[in-house]
């Protein structure tokens, strides 16, 4: 069973801001991440991730930064947490973690 998409559009910004808190990635490197972290549970694509990136860089959250060389052909846009961002970060983890919480207790499973 895969989360309703509503849901989940619900939880990427969390997702994003909390794996940019641990270090800096780029978008496909992103949706690697939490695809694999999640188990396959999460498969976010690249047209969900790079239009969040772009909101979340207007907003002041992350900084992105071109890396790499141009010799080899493999620049890419780095993201990291911007100091609003990681405030950002752990703000929704806190919310999340209090919101998961009380699912738990309504739902009568083990915290």
Do not use: H
Not at 28 to 43: A, D, M, T
Not at 82 to 110: C, F, H, I, P, S
């Amino acid at each position: 069973m895969k989360p309703a998409g509503e849901f989940l559009k619900g939880c990427t910004e969390t997702i994003v801001l909390s794996l940019l808190a641990q270090r800096k990635m780029y978008g496909y490197e992103l949706v690697s991440e939490i695809q694999e972290r999640s188990g396959g549970f999460l498969r976010l694509g690249e047209g969900t991730i790079y239009p969040l990136l772009y909101t979340l860089e207007r907003k002041g959250l992350v900084k992105g930064a071109w890396e790499g060389s141009k010799e080899k052909g493999r620049r890419r846009k780095y993201y990291a947490l911007t100091a609003k961002g990681e405030e950002a970060a752990q703000q929704d983890r806190l919310q999340w973690n209090t919101l998961a919480k009380g699912m738990r207790l309504v739902l009568g499973e083990a915290a």
